[in-house]
DNA sequence: GACTCTGCCACAAACGTTTGCAAAGTGCCG
DNA sequence: CGGCACTTTGCAAACGTTTGTGGCAGAGTC
């Protein structure tokens, strides 16, 4: 029923092969056969069957994406960005979404090898050896995820502390919380290292609480914690914490930014758009969708720019309205659970000594 | 490189016709034969060539999805229910983002449909013609979109707004705000029915503002407009508006809900978790992807459980904190500028007479 | 005028799978 | 023991495309 290359042939008074010429290596048949072909083609609308040609060259014109979570913004931000630079280089895209769990990524991945040039893989929790073992069924471009040999757009997590490190150090914070994410994700161990050189070399003490669920509950649970600690701001692991956070502390009743600063990561519409609305590190996530494309498409057809295997892309701290001046100590009246303050100014711990959480200020959920 | 059908039949000392046999109608291999096969396909992890496969059978094993706006977190619950569905009945999915134009979701759809066995299209702004001149060229499935001889996944908006109407005339709300979505989206005239006929019923006053864009910006917009009116509550197109509602009464100084009720639609995660958290209809956006695959490949296989062409589904409204009890007139002490609320109770216009919105009361954007 | 060279085109093979058909084997009945 | 039905298997064609090879014509060269 659908109109093959031989009903063009036919139309155009011509073999399949020269159809098939004249619509790729053009040079290769005359310029007015080539005009009559391509007329029989457009008249016929003929498409051509993209099984049978994948079949013949082995290649077949798709590239995949497995994502964590679908319902988490980051990831239909990178969405997008893959989408748009796949369609711009012909490619179509399969995605799927790997609900979380490694082995189910895995099969995704597998069962997508087959009908793929390559796909970008989003697997926080994946380990080193998974990934390496699905590198060697078709090529692979990873996403916040370092690993030596395999390509990967990577989003600069520790640029982005340092810049909110500084930021807060310039408003007079010598000490803060940080909110850890999941332990074994590895944008958590990015962000944390960041974290750890930036306030280490800024002077500032840093108390880790965690880890947590990466959500609005994650952020409830972990405002207490931070509050009974005597900090001045807090630096959560994502935006959706940082809005438990927000949430929790105004049922404490505790003013932001008056009393305590709060930061995020990631730069969700809903950061903009809550109230006060939040100070956070915008990450590429377009971007890094396109570059993690862009690195994919030069290792199978030399299409892409051809950079380096690894593409590191900008972040940037947006300064909203929950970031402000250290509160001084004595301000806090109607904060009621709160331990005594004790050090916690340039007196206290320096930044290497709180870097590793003690019993007791840690591990609010079992790890 | 890659194992084929012959390898695994050479390793089982038999023709590549009953290894294809072994692994799909088995019954026409006797069973030691079948083992032998089996066995030789898992040593050499043989995985058969889907497009050699499709070549000949014809079906690809996939479905699409194509969806206009990829920041909306409407379609990604969508994109969920929808893969989540098609991996278990063994499809794969691609996906494209339409991005709210047109003629750019005809085009993915058309070159898509050489490539899928049928598609579930969200086009809210597609005339009928496009879309009916689209499942010619593949198997269709709607959502949200009623369209004769073609199966549609609807979610019931109209039941949402009767069960918003109850709840605030419930409340003691008589006249309230609808804040239209885009005139062209066919979810926005859902809506508007639903509620223009919930509303007679109850003999409850709308007014009507917009159309405005179905975004934060746009709720920002609309909230001085209903402000100005007088009503009691405003209805929102969506959750997104009515969180610019939200905020800019909040930025006016008229408390939510003492002096004026709010009501949004979609239940996004952000309702829930927004301060006051959101009254809103939740909508079953993972059911409504699961369903439109259902119906799609009962379309195409006779797999799914092959009721109607049109399914609809339940909405359910959600009562959080920004609903309650009409305020008395006169308890309005510091909203400045608004109009002398004349005639908004038993007293006033009847229903129908304001569901028409005077040139006045509407067109806050060009139409 | 015979040779080579070049431009253009058709023929046919190949990709990996499914499937109609025939052949071979087996068991049963008359 | 021949014929028949039935089961099990292999052969070969087909799906629609790309691409290597070869042929044919015309032009250029000696």
Same mark, same amino acid.
């Given at each position: 029923?659908?109109?093959?290359?031989?009903?063009?042939?036919?139309?155009?008074?011509?073999?399949?092969?020269?159809?098939?010429?004249?619509?790729?290596?053009?040079?290769?048949?005359?310029?007015?056969?080539?005009?009559?072909?391509?007329?029989?083609? $457009?008249?016929?609308?003929? &498409?051509?069957?993209?099984?049978?040609?994948?079949?013949?060259?082995?290649?077949? @014109?798709?590239?995949?994406?497995?994502?964590?979570?679908?319902?988490?913004?980051?990831?239909?931000?990178?969405?997008?960005?893959?989408?748009?630079?796949?369609?711009?280089?012909?490619?179509?895209?399969?995605?799927?979404?790997?609900?979380?769990?490694?082995?189910?990524?895995?099969?995704?991945?597998? #069962?997508?090898?087959? &009908? +793929? !040039?390559?796909?970008?893989?989003?697997?926080?929790?994946?380990?080193?050896?998974?990934? $390496?073992?699905?590198?060697?069924?078709?090529?692979?471009?990873?996403?916040?995820?370092?690993?030596?040999?395999?390509? /990967? /757009?990577?989003? !600069?997590?520790?640029?982005?502390?340092?810049?909110?490190?500084?930021?807060?150090?310039?408003?007079?914070?010598?000490?803060?919380?940080?909110?850890?994410?999941? %332990?074994?994700?590895?944008?958590?161990?990015?962000?944390?290292?960041?974290?750890?050189?930036? #306030?280490?070399?800024?002077?500032?003490?840093?108390?880790?609480?965690?880890?947590?669920?990466?959500?609005?509950?994650?952020?409830?649970?972990?405002?207490?914690?931070?509050?009974? !600690?005597?900090?001045?701001?807090?630096?959560?692991? %994502? !935006?959706?914490?940082?809005? *438990? +956070?927000?949430?929790?502390?105004?049922?404490? =009743?505790?003013?932001?930014?008056?009393?305590?600063?709060?930061?995020?990561?990631?730069?969700?519409?809903?950061?903009?758009?809550?109230?006060?609305?939040?100070?956070?590190?915008?990450?590429?996530?377009?971007? =890094? *969708?396109?570059?993690?494309?862009?690195?994919?498409?030069?290792?199978?057809?030399?299409? @892409?720019? *051809?950079?380096?295997?690894?593409?590191?892309?900008?972040?940037?701290?947006?300064?909203?309205?929950?970031?402000?001046?250290?509160?001084?100590?004595?301000?806090?009246?109607?904060?009621?659970?709160?331990?005594?303050?004790?050090?916690? #100014?340039?007196? @206290?711990?320096?930044?290497?000594?709180?870097?590793?959480?003690? *019993?007791?200020?840690?591990?609010?959920?079992?790890?």
């Amino acid at each position: 029923m659908p109109v093959t290359i031989h009903d063009v042939a036919q139309r155009a008074q011509v073999s399949a092969s020269t159809v098939s010429r004249a619509l790729s290596a053009s040079h290769l048949v005359r310029g007015t056969t080539r005009e009559r072909v391509l007329a029989a083609a $457009r008249e016929l609308g003929y &498409q051509p069957n993209p099984a049978a040609r994948s079949l013949i060259t082995g290649r077949t @014109g798709n590239i995949g994406i497995v994502v964590p979570d679908l319902n988490n913004p980051f990831y239909t931000g990178v969405l997008r960005g893959v989408q748009s630079r796949a369609r711009q280089g012909g490619y179509a895209v399969f995605f799927a979404d790997g609900e979380e769990d490694p082995v189910a990524e895995e099969a995704l991945v597998r #069962a997508m090898s087959r &009908q +793929v !040039d390559g796909v970008v893989v989003c697997a926080p929790f994946a380990s080193d050896a998974q990934l $390496r073992s699905l590198a060697g069924l078709t090529s692979l471009t990873l996403l916040n995820r370092r690993l030596r040999d395999i390509p /990967a /757009a990577l989003m !600069d997590s520790a640029g982005g502390m340092r810049q909110i490190v500084d930021h807060l150090a310039a408003l007079g914070h010598r000490r803060c919380a940080y909110l850890n994410g999941p %332990n074994n994700a590895w944008s958590n161990r990015e962000r944390r290292r960041g974290l750890r050189a930036a #306030a280490s070399r800024a002077r500032m003490a840093v108390v880790e609480f965690g880890p947590f669920e990466p959500k609005f509950e994650g952020g409830v649970q972990a405002a207490d914690l931070a509050l009974a !600690d005597g900090v001045t701001a807090i630096i959560a692991y %994502n !935006d959706l914490m940082a809005l *438990g +956070v927000l949430s929790r502390l105004a049922d404490r =009743g505790v003013a932001v930014p008056q009393e305590m600063s709060v930061v995020g990561f990631d730069n969700l519409l809903y950061a903009a758009v809550c109230a006060p609305p939040l100070t956070t590190v915008a990450m590429p996530m377009e971007a =890094g *969708g396109r570059a993690a494309v862009d690195l994919l498409l030069s290792g199978i057809d030399g299409t @892409g720019d *051809g950079a380096g295997p690894h593409r590191e892309l900008p972040t940037n701290l947006i300064v909203r309205a929950t970031t402000a001046a250290a509160r001084s100590r004595s301000a806090r009246p109607h904060v009621d659970n709160r331990r005594p303050a004790a050090g916690h #100014a340039a007196s @206290g711990p320096t930044a290497a000594a709180v870097h590793r959480p003690s *019993g007791g200020r840690s591990a609010a959920l079992p790890e």
